[in-house]
T-cell receptor, first 109, second 118 residues
């Protein structure tokens, strides 16, 4: 079956760095997405990886290892506004997104 | 301009009623989606639809039906509402392209419709 695993909740300190891991099992693979969702709001696109390696976008970076079925989202210089849920989603061979349950990130001062 | 919009934002109704949620996207995308997000915050795909194909998640009750008057709209009609239908419903859209370009399959979400069935 198809499955996405990510931690339910993580806590980090303002100004620090946090890494949110995601492992996936899909029928075929056409890329890995990370979305951010603030409480009561819609998910918003953060990053897309389809090749192995690290993609950097400002304070956020995303890494993919296709052979390991593994990705992580790295958030640097954490700000209070980064408190949100981070959703990992893998695209299968039918271009359907398989969603994880999300990781709730709590930032403390 | 709002890229993906939904109405209403909030919907409170009685069990057994029939209701519709509207979605419009002005991005020129070919594919639209409906998701249900329950209290545990898990996003569950209900339908994906483009001008060629409707893909239905087989776990979705047939009380739920998507209706697309044109490429920019995908409405969700729900018959005989039940208590368990209470959730946030998100509409999303993406450009069809079978993933041939980076970001081409990125889905853009509407603000959500918070449905409460009493």
């Amino acid at each position: 079956g198809q499955n996405i695993d990510q931690p339910t909740e993580m806590t980090a300190t303002e100004g620090a760095i946090v890494q949110i891991n995601c492992t996936y099992q899909t029928s075929g693979f056409n890329g890995l997405f990370w979305y951010q969702q603030h409480a009561g709001e819609a998910p918003t696109f953060l990053s897309y990886n389809v090749l192995d390696g690290l993609e950097e976008k400002g304070r956020f970076s995303s890494f993919l290892s296709r052979s390991k079925g593994y990705s992580y989202l790295l958030l640097k210089e954490l700000q209070m506004k980064d408190s949100a849920s981070y959703l990992c989603a893998a695209m299968d061979s039918n271009y359907q997104l398989i969603w994880g349950a999300g990781t709730k990130l709590i930032i403390k001062p | 301009d709002t890229a993906v919009s939904q109405t209403p934002k909030y919907l409170v109704t009685q069990m057994g009623n029939d209701k519709s949620i509207k979605c419009e996207q002005n991005l020129g995308h070919d594919t639209m989606y409906w998701y249900k997000q329950d209290s545990k915050k898990f996003l569950k795909i209900m339908f994906s639809y483009n001008n060629k194909e409707l893909i239905i998640n087989e776990t979705v009750p047939n009380r739920f039906s998507p209706k697309s008057p044109d490429k920019a709209h995908l409405n969700l009609h729900i018959n005989s509402l039940e208590l368990g239908d209470s959730a946030v419903y998100f509409c999303a859209s993406s450009q069809e392209g079978e993933g041939t370009a980076v970001y081409q399959e990125t889905q853009y979400f509407g603000p959500g419709t918070r449905l409460l069935v009493l």
